[in-house]
């Protein structure tokens, strides 16, 4: 399958669903979640008002999605792999866009190996934390796609790349990294400890337990353990606004507008899918950051897992 004959069949496949996100509109929300979901090609729609869920079947070549995020604004999603072997490229970070339908190789990223986190600057870079890949150790990136480059900001110690993989602040400055303490004979498993390190002098400081990632704006640091949210202020890390209990540790993606938190939550009313082997068995909830009230998104009970959720604007996909 070529790269044009791709895009074509995305772009019909997107006008075709333009309909199903209209009771979203139509309520004023614009982003709706958004989920890569049970290893197929397929994006998933879940509008946060009582919309019916909506499937985009992307033609990516392979059954298999290897995410790595959505973008921070909502128009488009990172992936490798998949898009990888249909391009014939060497391991390239693949940018889908959805208006206009665009399927290309992120200049700058061929030979990173696994990218596990990604932020974009305003200005347009991309700075990645990135497993070793061929000749290159593990650690943080930052790609320009203008100039088709990519430069190391902070290599990782030990096999695990310690201290290099997290969340990367929106300007490239700075990385949240977490750190399990060896787990002592006979204890209860060693709680994720979070840390703030400065890319630049290498300064590390404590956040305390949990995992965290930021806000597109920067402002906001989301925290996630012990089955709580809380938020930090990035300009005075004294400064904490709990949003209470969660049932979920991990995981927490922001909306584009900084202004709620995505989840994934287990849910026992879906237990019974775990029976018949079903992996997308979990659900979705979303918090308001200003007034800590959560609800269900109904379309989306029982229809995820924590690996792959985002957002997206339906405004992308019209």
Known sequence: MTASSTVSRLSIVLLAMAGALEPSAAG?????AAYFGGGEPVLNLFPLDSGKAADISLPLGRATINLVSFAPDGTAAYLQEPAAAVLNRPDPLVRVEFKPTRLSPVPGSEGLGNIYSLSVSRSGRIFVSASAGRDHPCGVYTIDPDAGTHRLLRAGRGPNCEVAIGSIS??????????SPPRAPGGPP??????LLDLETGAIQSLGTGFGTWSPDGQWIAVSGLGRIELIETSNLS?????GAAGVDDHLVWSPDSTRLLFVKPDAGCSFLHLFQVDDSESLEVVDVGTAKRHAIQSGHCAVTRSAVGWIDSEAVR
């Open 239 to 243: 400064h904490r606004k709990k949003l």
């Open 190 to 195: 060693s709680i994720e400890q979070l840390s």
């Open 170 to 179: 929106p300007d490239g400055k700075k990385l949240l990294s977490i750190y």
């Open 28 to 32: 004023g929300e614009r982003f709706v």
